[in-house]
């Protein structure tokens, strides 16, 4: 069975530059998290959707940040303008329905300079 | 407010040596507790779950224990291999929405 797919790995931008990163499920999970991981902590959840509606997003600073699951598959996670305070681990994660165990992406790793 | 803190951050031990990684948490109300693999540029990978009326899981070499009472797991690794080093984080979930708390990880390094 395929695991999460992230893309891309790595990326490194300059701060008030726009990013966008990719995520692929597991095939047939409906929850689908984003997390951002600062260097040293553990994850802290930005997003949650349920097939293709919002579950979750009160750590979401939306005033630069965005997501969207259109299809309530692949889904897509937007920085518009990242800040030096973005570079992190941005890890993906999905499970088979609300409560089931998550099974993470690789994670795309975000440097701002 | 939902906090787990693990100790220590980091750990260093020879190569088949046993340790012994500690998780208090104050999440509450409790649904279950588990353990999380994270090698470095990885996403983590559940190592144990274990709910309420669970005290002790095995997963191979790994043991977790959960006090439900105290609030408190520990994560024991016996005969350590150099395959190991990696960041372990503990991950508390809560009922009825089951939103997960995470620790800070203990990053433990095996030294041949």
């Known amino acids: 069975e395929a695991g999460v797919a992230q893309s891309p790995r790595y990326k490194i931008i300059e701060k008030r530059q726009s990013v966008a990163f990719w995520c692929n499920p597991i095939?047939?999970?409906?929850?689908l998290y984003w997390y951002q991981q600062i260097l040293g902590q553990g994850p802290k959840l930005l997003i949650q959707?349920?097939?293709?509606?919002?579950?979750?997003d009160s750590q979401l600073p939306k005033d630069r940040f965005s997501a969207e699951r259109l299809k309530g598959v692949d889904s897509t996670l937007k920085i518009q303008p990242a800040k030096l305070e973005d570079s992190a681990v941005y890890l993906c994660?999905?499970?088979?329905?609300?409560?089931?165990?998550?099974?993470f992406g690789p994670g795309t790793r975000l440097t701002v300079l | 407010k939902n906090q787990v803190e693990q100790s220590p951050q980091s750990l260093i031990i020879l190569e088949g040596k046993n340790c012994t990684l500690q998780c208090n948490y104050t999440v509450s109300p409790f649904s279950n507790l588990r353990w999380y693999k994270q090698d470095t540029g990885r996403g983590p990978v559940s190592l144990t779950i274990?709910?309420?009326?669970?005290n002790t899981k095995s997963n191979g070499r790994y043991t977790a224990t959960l006090d439900a009472d105290t609030k408190q797991s520990s994560l024991h690794i016996t005969a350590s291999q150099l395959s190991d080093s990696a960041s372990y984080i503990c991950v508390v979930s809560a009922v009825p929405n089951e939103k997960l708390t995470f620790g800070t990880g203990t990053r433990l390094t095996i030294i041949p």
């Open positions: 994660a999905s499970s088979l329905d609300l409560g089931y165990e998550q099974f």
């Open positions: 274990m709910t309420f009326s669970e």
């Open positions: 095939s047939g999970h409906a929850t």
């Open positions: 959707f349920q097939n293709n509606g919002v579950v979750d």
